[in-house]
């Protein structure tokens, strides 16, 4: 039977066809474009009626004031930005000693029994325990500068890791275990031509949540332990109640933030093409 | 009446024994269980054997034994004349499930048992043997796909070519096409003959199904539970090629039959 020859559906018969929202339907970047309007819109309408005093909440006006003022002063370079400098600092040596413990300790938790069974319970019981009250110790102990807050970011981001990269190591099912023993494999070609690749995905997970918990781990030791980073021109801006400054000091914070986590994502997405599921964070 | 014992064993005793098992048990000490009791078997070259048994019936045990993954309690494993004591190049090993890794294309798995013993540049040099399995098997072009893009009986089909990248001596076959739908698995069995009998590979296989084992086996061993043992050995002399079209004859009804009927109830408590 050819195509022509299925009567058409006679008039007034309804064809039923799936309807789809015109929310729904919006391109991801109009619906996002949406979202903030709407949000900037009621911030808007809540700080000009005065509910609120602008001290507490500025206006979105005077925010992107500010937000310009504090672009500008990043870029000609004034005292902005070394500020900026020496938190990026304690974020790129925080996560950089966060990977080589977490790597470390996940492969010797992950990959030997006395590992899992000796060493994991007190690394769960560290876990548990609020790391950020931590901080006066790291700044007994390492002092006002850049140290203290390095060791509080890493100590933040480095359970993740673990956690991550031992789960990941105990992914492997036990086909490919098999086959490897079949062909004889080493313990150390087990582990990275087999169960460091197939743990990937549960590796990155737990990078992505070290990336967001060593940008919190840098800024609450500065908050903290003074210095002369980012997080302490937020804590002067506040003691000043110039609260733009502090908006917009952590819309800039934000950036890093997302640029570091974008970064992950990113080299998430060339190594572990072959996972069926979505990157977390990386949709687009 | 058919009487297996009967069967002249001609087929098998004129060739050259590859594998021999003799009295291997294993015991299993932490709750002494006899997984497997005194287990004589040879394997001649070129030869197809099965073995079938209900689950718990030491089926896995042998497989793993013969594999050199876990050592016999008792007994002798000698392959090719050297005692079994470990894994070996000369066994090949293929599952259930076709373990292919996502990272790699089709033809980096297929060299991956020559990368772990040879290291990576004998791996490469193994591309181009790797490419003519391929062809072998019917998945010529296919080398650069990665495993995603393979249908379930295209990545059995490349577990085969990985089996026998090595040119191991025995496959040792675990259930291989079990996974996949009826109708592939089918195919895939004659497809497994045409290539063992275009290697002259001597053959192994652990199966559920009657038929296939009927199918493709020139001996099928037939194993009890606790202790695992082998209740008997049948000999299925169905005249080479086999085809699909003998399921329908009585002949391969009655070699059926009579496999099933010593699977008795027992077997299933």
Same mark, same amino acid.
């Given at each position: 039977?050819?195509?022509?020859?299925?009567?058409?559906?006679?008039?007034?018969?309804?064809?039923?066809?799936?309807?789809?929202?015109?929310?729904?339907?919006?391109?991801?970047?109009?619906?996002?474009?949406?979202?903030?309007?709407?949000?900037?819109?009621?911030?808007?309408?809540?700080?000009?009626?005065?509910?609120?005093?602008?001290? !507490?909440?500025?206006?979105?006006?005077?925010?992107?004031?500010? $937000?310009?003022?504090v672009?500008?002063?990043?870029?000609?370079?004034?005292?902005?930005?070394?500020?900026?400098?020496?938190?990026?600092?304690?974020?790129?040596?925080?996560?950089? $000693?966060?990977?080589? !413990?977490?790597?470390?300790?996940?492969?010797?938790?992950?990959?030997?029994?006395?590992?899992?069974?000796?060493?994991?319970?007190?690394?769960?019981?560290?876990?548990?325990?609020?790391?950020?009250?931590?901080?006066? !110790?790291? !700044?007994?102990?390492?002092?006002?500068?850049?140290?203290?807050?390095?060791?509080?970011?890493?100590?933040?981001?480095?359970?993740?890791?673990?956690?991550?990269?031992?789960?990941?190591?105990?992914?492997?099912?036990?086909?490919?275990?098999?086959?490897?023993?079949?062909?004889?494999?080493?313990?150390?070609?087990?582990?990275?031509?087999?169960?460091?690749?197939?743990?990937?995905?549960?590796?990155?997970?737990?990078?992505?949540?070290?990336?967001?918990?060593?940008?919190?781990?840098?800024?609450?030791?500065?908050?903290?332990?003074?210095?002369?980073?980012f997080?302490?021109l937020i804590?002067?801006?506040?003691?000043?109640?110039?609260?733009?400054r502090v908006?917009s000091l952590i819309?800039y914070l934000?950036?890093?933030?997302?640029?570091?986590?974008?970064?992950?994502?990113?080299?998430?997405?060339?190594?572990?093409?072959?996972?069926?599921?979505?990157?977390?964070?990386?949709?687009? | 009446?058919?009487?297996?014992?009967?069967?002249?064993?001609?087929?098998?005793?004129?060739?050259?024994?590859?594998?021999?098992?003799?009295?291997?048990?294993?015991?299993?000490?932490?709750?002494?269980?006899?997984?497997?009791?005194?287990?004589?078997?040879?394997?001649?070259?070129?030869?197809?054997?099965?073995?079938?048994?209900?689950?718990?019936?030491?089926?896995?045990?042998?497989?793993?034994?013969?594999?050199?993954?876990?050592?016999?309690?008792?007994?002798?494993?000698?392959?090719?004349?050297?005692?079994?004591?470990?894994?070996?190049?000369?066994?090949?090993?293929?599952?259930?499930?076709?373990?292919?890794?996502?990272?790699?294309?089709?033809?980096?798995?297929?060299?991956?048992?020559?990368?772990?013993?040879?290291?990576?540049?004998?791996?490469?040099?193994?591309?181009?043997?790797?490419?003519?399995?391929?062809?072998?098997?019917?998945?010529?072009?296919?080398?650069?796909?990665?495993?995603?893009?393979?249908?379930?009986?295209? %990545?059995?089909?490349?577990?085969?070519?990985?089996?026998?990248?090595?040119?191991?001596?025995?496959?040792?076959?675990?259930?291989?096409?079990?996974?996949?739908?009826?109708?592939?698995?089918?195919?895939?069995?004659?497809?497994?003959?045409?290539?063992?009998?275009?290697?002259?590979?001597?053959?192994?296989?652990?199966?559920?199904?009657?038929?296939? %084992?009927?199918?493709?086996?020139?001996?099928?061993?037939?194993?009890?539970?606790?202790?695992?043992?082998?209740?008997?050995?049948?000999?299925?002399?169905?005249?080479?090629?086999?085809?699909?079209?003998?399921?329908?004859?009585?002949?391969?009804?009655?070699?059926?039959?009579?496999?099933?009927?010593?699977?008795?109830?027992?077997?299933?408590?």
């Amino acid at each position: 039977m050819t195509h022509a020859d299925i009567p058409a559906p006679p008039s007034g018969e309804t064809v039923w066809v799936e309807h789809v929202s015109w929310i729904d339907r919006m391109p991801r970047a109009v619906a996002m474009a949406f979202v903030f309007a709407v949000f900037v819109g009621i911030w808007d309408l809540v700080t000009r009626a005065g509910l609120v005093s602008s001290i !507490i909440l500025p206006t979105p006006g005077e925010t992107l004031a500010d $937000l310009i003022f504090v672009g500008r002063n990043l870029i000609s370079g004034e005292y902005m930005l070394p500020a900026l400098w020496i938190t990026l600092q304690e974020v790129a040596y925080g996560f950089a $000693l966060a990977m080589l !413990i977490g790597f470390s300790l996940g492969i010797l938790v992950g990959e030997t029994a006395f590992g899992e069974r000796a060493i994991m319970p007190y690394l769960v019981a560290i876990d548990t325990m609020p790391k950020v009250a931590f901080a006066p !110790i790291f !700044i007994a102990w390492l002092g006002f500068g850049i140290e203290s807050k390095v060791a509080l970011a890493a100590f933040i981001a480095t359970f993740p890791i673990v956690v991550g990269t031992a789960a990941g190591l105990h992914s492997a099912d036990a086909n490919s275990r098999m086959l490897f023993k079949t062909m004889g494999a080493s313990r150390l070609q087990t582990l990275f031509k087999m169960k460091l690749p197939t743990g990937l995905p549960q590796i990155f997970t737990g990078l992505k949540i070290a990336a967001v918990g060593v940008m919190a781990g840098a800024i609450t030791g500065e908050f903290l332990g003074g210095g002369k980073g980012f997080g302490e021109l937020i804590r002067v801006a506040s003691t000043q109640l110039n609260t733009p400054r502090v908006f917009s000091l952590i819309i800039y914070l934000s950036l890093v933030g997302m640029a570091l986590f974008g970064t992950v994502v990113w080299i998430q997405r060339r190594f572990v093409f072959w996972h069926k599921d979505r990157v977390i964070g990386g949709d687009q | 009446m058919l009487n297996a014992a009967a069967i002249p064993r001609d087929q098998s005793e004129s060739r050259e024994i590859v594998y021999r098992l003799s009295g291997v048990s294993k015991t299993y000490a932490r709750n002494a269980v006899h997984a497997l009791q005194d287990i004589n078997l040879t394997l001649g070259k070129g030869s197809f054997s099965s073995v079938i048994g209900s689950s718990g019936c030491g089926k896995s045990t042998l497989l793993k034994i013969m594999a050199g993954l876990i050592p016999p309690s008792k007994g002798r494993v000698v392959l090719q004349g050297q005692p079994v004591t470990g894994s070996r190049r000369d066994i090949g090993m293929m599952f259930q499930q076709a373990t292919l890794f996502p990272w790699r294309t089709t033809i980096e798995n297929i060299v991956l048992p020559i990368e772990i013993r040879d290291g990576k540049k004998a791996a490469l040099a193994a591309h181009e043997p790797a490419r003519a399995l391929l062809e072998l098997v019917g998945l010529k072009g296919f080398d650069k796909a990665f495993p995603s893009e393979l249908s379930g009986g295209m %990545a059995q089909r490349a577990a085969i070519c990985r089996m026998l990248i090595t040119e191991p001596a025995v496959l040792l076959l675990d259930e291989p096409f079990s996974a996949l739908d009826e109708l592939t698995r089918d195919f895939m069995n004659m497809e497994l003959q045409r290539i063992c009998t275009s290697r002259n590979a001597t053959a192994f296989l652990v199966t559920h199904s009657i038929p296939e %084992a009927v199918i493709l086996s020139d001996v099928v061993y037939v194993m009890k539970p606790r202790p695992g043992r082998v209740a008997e050995e049948v000999v299925i002399d169905l005249p080479r090629p086999r085809k699909l079209e003998m399921i329908t004859t009585p002949k391969f009804g009655a070699l059926v039959e009579h496999i099933r009927g010593r699977l008795d109830k027992e077997t299933f408590i």
